[in-house]
C-alpha cells in the first residue's frame, strides 16, 4: 500500500475507534490477497482485487469508508506514439488540478 494511503487508511480506522495490530505486510494487491488466503488475518485492500482473489478469501466493502486518492497521468513529451497522444487528449478533456500544465 502506497504510504499516503497507508496513513490515510490508519487514519479513517483510528477516527472510527479501530485500532489495528500490524503483524505482517504486503507490496502489492496480489501479496495481500495471498497472506491472507494463507491465514494471516484481516487487510485492506483496493476494490480491483476482487478479480484476482481466491476463492478462500471474502471481500466485503467498507460501508462509509471513503478515502480520496488523486491520481495524475504523467508522460514523457518527446514519445510520439500515436495511440498515446489519443489517450493524451482523452486526459486532457478531463478537468485539471494542481498541474504545471
Given at each position: 500500500?502506497?504510504?499516503?494511503?497507508?496513513?490515510?487508511?490508519?487514519?479513517?480506522?483510528?477516527?472510527?475507534?479501530?485500532?489495528?495490530?500490524?503483524?505482517?505486510?504486503?507490496?502489492?494487491?496480489?501479496?495481500?490477497?495471498?497472506?491472507v488466503?494463507?491465514?494471516?488475518?484481516?487487510?485492506?485492500?483496493?476494490?480491483?482485487?476482487?478479480?484476482?482473489?481466491?476463492?478462500?478469501?471474502?471481500?466485503?466493502?467498507?460501508?462509509?469508508?471513503?478515502?480520496?486518492?488523486?491520481f495524475?497521468?504523467?508522460?514523457?513529451?518527446?514519445?510520439?506514439?500515436?495511440?498515446?497522444?489519443?489517450?493524451?487528449?482523452?486526459?486532457?478533456?478531463q478537468?485539471?488540478?494542481?498541474?504545471?500544465?
Amino acid at each position: 500500500m502506497a504510504p499516503l494511503l497507508y496513513d490515510r487508511v490508519l487514519a479513517a480506522c483510528n477516527a472510527a475507534g479501530v485500532t489495528l495490530n500490524i503483524v505482517q505486510e504486503g507490496n502489492s494487491p496480489t501479496t495481500i490477497l495471498s497472506l491472507v488466503a494463507g491465514g494471516i488475518g484481516l487487510s485492506f485492500t483496493i476494490a480491483s482485487a476482487a478479480r484476482t482473489k481466491p476463492d478462500t478469501v471474502v471481500l466485503r466493502e467498507i460501508e462509509g469508508l471513503r478515502i480520496k486518492i488523486d491520481f495524475f497521468a504523467i508522460w514523457r513529451d518527446d514519445n510520439k506514439l500515436p495511440a498515446l497522444h489519443k489517450l493524451i487528449e482523452v486526459v486532457r478533456k478531463q478537468p485539471a488540478r494542481n498541474l504545471r500544465r
